[in-house]
């Protein structure tokens, strides 16, 4: 039956299971407004990217595989695909994770908004860090290396023989992990100051009971948090360099 309506049906099964893997991928990566695009776009974007990878596809099955062969098949190269979009997303999530930490401190949480990325309720530094990171995403070249691991991962991980193992759950672990250290090595010393101002204002109010200083304590830590971000600021690519590199380490498995 293929063969009446394909032309050439191995083809269209080796293009089928590589579109499954870059849908996956596209399914994931968290590119600032790409949850609000329309599902056509998104779908034509997924096919695009297939249809570039194809001097990278593999090798056409030598039989016409059965209906829950290719169902088979199918699930896991987009299980592949969303576990190299989940490494991108944990890079991403680093800085979204330590403005989270700080500005829960910083009193942030009071003034929320809709993230149009994750369309949830997200503080303000939150929604800033999360663009940062997608630029430093950009800047880094770390959309060519997603690429690049795509046309690897055919070679190295045909399609029809990818099977998620302990090494690939260790590898998602340690960028896990690597993202929480990250993320507490930006936020430490901005909830560390915070923790002085509040020691400080807790001082003066008792030496000074007649001080109002409620009505400045959020101000103030509003403003070091700020501050603090500000000479934070050149410490972020570092970190986001060091955690791509871990992370494009972890795509060449």
Known sequence: MFAELIPNPAVFWSGLLALARVAGVVALVPVPGWRMAIEPARIVLAFALAVALFPFWPEPPSQTPGLGQMAGWILMESAFGLVLGLGVSLLIEMAVLAAQMAGLQAGYGYASTIDPTSEADSSILQIL???????????????QQLLRALARSFQKQPPGQWWPTGAHMESIVALGADMWIGALRLALPVVALLFLVDLSLALLSRIHAQLQLMTLAFPAKM????????MLAGALPVLFRQQAERTVAAWAR
């Open 129 to 143: 860090a999360h663009l940062c990171s997608s630029l430093l995403f950009f800047s880094f070249g770390m959309e």
């Open 223 to 230: 403003l070091v948090t700020l501050a603090m971000f500000a």
